[in-house]
C-alpha cells in the first residue's frame, strides 16, 4: 500500500487550500479514510475523515465549518478542502487508511493502519 497526499504549500490567513490523497495497493472505496495533521512539537491529531459504510464524514471541532472531506471517484482520491485557513492550521497534514474499517471512521491515531509522507502546509501572511 502506498499513500501520496499533494496540493501543500504556503497560504494566507483566510484563504483556501486543497489537499488530495491518492493511493495504489488498495481500494479506497472499500476503507475508511482519515485526514491528520501534526504541528512542530504536538501530536499527530485528526482533522476529518469519511467512512465506507455510510459515507458519512467527521471533523474535528476546530475545523467544523473550514474543511470539508470527500471521496473523488472520477480521480479515485480523497480530498481535504480547506477554507478560511488560520495559522494554527499550520502543520504536516497527512491521510491514512483504516485497512478494516469495520464501522463508522473516527480520528484517533491508532484506528488507522497506512500512511502517507505528509505534505506541509503553512499558513502565514
Known amino acids: 500500500v502506498h499513500l501520496v497526499e499533494s496540493g501543500g504549500g504556503l497560504v494566507q490567513p483566510g484563504g483556501s487550500l486543497r489537499l488530495s490523497c491518492a493511493g495504489s495497493g488498495f481500494t479506497p472505496d472499500f476503507h475508511n479514510i482519515g485526514w491528520f495533521r501534526q504541528a512542530p512539537g504536538k501530536q499527530r491529531e485528526g482533522v476529518s475523515c469519511t467512512s465506507v459504510s455510510d459515507n458519512s464524514t467527521y471533523s474535528a471541532d476546530s475545523v467544523k465549518g473550514r474543511f470539508t472531506i470527500s471521496r473523488e471517484y472520477a480521480k479515485n482520491t480523497v480530498d481535504l478542502q480547506m477554507n478560511r485557513v488560520k495559522s494554527e492550521d499550520t502543520a504536516v497534514y497527512y491521510c491514512?487508511?483504516?485497512?478494516?474499517?469495520?464501522?463508522?471512521?473516527?480520528?484517533?491515531?491508532?484506528?488507522?493502519?497506512?500512511w502517507g509522507q505528509g505534505t506541509q502546509v503553512t499558513v502565514s501572511s
Open positions: 491514512a487508511v483504516d485497512r478494516e474499517s469495520s464501522s463508522v471512521c473516527g480520528l484517533e491515531v491508532d484506528e488507522y493502519d497506512w
